[in-house]
């Protein structure tokens, strides 16, 4: 039996060993193709040095990039049905979920929590595009209002960051009544007379632009994001025109007067603790 031992066990063991992840030390940038290394990029808040390109935040690095440390309280969001629709396409719905839930580690495409923002109170709702390209059904919905109603109930500012490719048509007629829930939810903070930031990030489009993330008190956007409702290829293609190459982006917005300011991630802290100080008239 020592061949056993020796030779076939061995070969086994070799067989079925799953290999440790390689550790990445560099990455590329998506806009100009530059290496970056790893940890600088970490550093810079995923912006690239070479090109400013602003990469996307997870949610969580987000609130732990904007609120103070130590003072960040997760909001718990109600759970709902997951496939309302028993929907399918090349695969179950219900199964795409699952794959989105074990990549991020997350229940869906929001995150809420409370905390501290150079010492000034808010709620932050923010999007993560890793889930299912940030898309908006009823989870997220239901997290809209659970935001806009714990501002209220702690009497504090609501910032929501959104970064969506839109209503989630797996949830059909389901997902486009976010739209208006969510709207009443924003309107509900603005009765309470509470400041309501849109922090716009690449990208915002479809059914997010068409509803709370275009009702801001001020709108900031990233620098690149694009922001829009329907794509450009389709827009060009309706109106028979050749569309500016800057249209849709941030800048673009901002020149029409969509958009309030562009702000680059690194001051991003600073100037909305400055905003939520002047428009509660703080004086911490």
Known sequence: ?????????????????????????????????????HKE????FNVCKACDFHDHLSAKE??????DKNSVEEVILPKVKSDPLDFKDKKKYSDRLKEAQNKTSLDDALVVSYGLINGQPAILACFDFSFMAGSMGRYVGDGLILASKEAIKRK??????????????????????QMPRSTIAINNVKKAKLPYI??????????????????????????????????????????????????????????????????????????????????????N
């Open 156 to 177: 504090c500012s609501l910032i929501v960051v959104p970064s969506s490719g839109g209503a989630r048509m797996q949830e059909g007629i389901f997902s486009l009544m």
């Open 62 to 67: 987000r609130i732990n990039f904007i609120f």
């Open 41 to 44: 990029f970490y550093e810079s």
């Open 1 to 37: 039996m020592n061949w056993i031992k020796e030779t076939v066990l061995p070969k086994f063991k070799a067989f079925v060993k799953t290999k440790e992840p390689e550790k990445v030390l560099w990455i590329k940038c998506k806009s100009c193709s530059q290496m970056i290394f």
């Open 198 to 283: 849109v922090l716009l990030a690449n990208p915002t489009t479809g059914g997010v632009t068409a509803s709370f993330a275009m009702l801001g008190d001020v709108h900031i956007a990233e620098p690149g994001a694009i922001i829009g409702f329907a794509g450009r290829r389709v827009i060009e293609e309706t109106v028979k025109e050749k569309l500016p190459d800057d249209f849709q982006t941030a800048e673009y917005l901002k020149s029409h007067g969509m958009v309030d300011i562009v702000i680059p991630r690194s001051e991003q802290k600073l100037k909305i603790s400055n905003l939520l100080r002047s428009l509660t008239h703080s004086s």
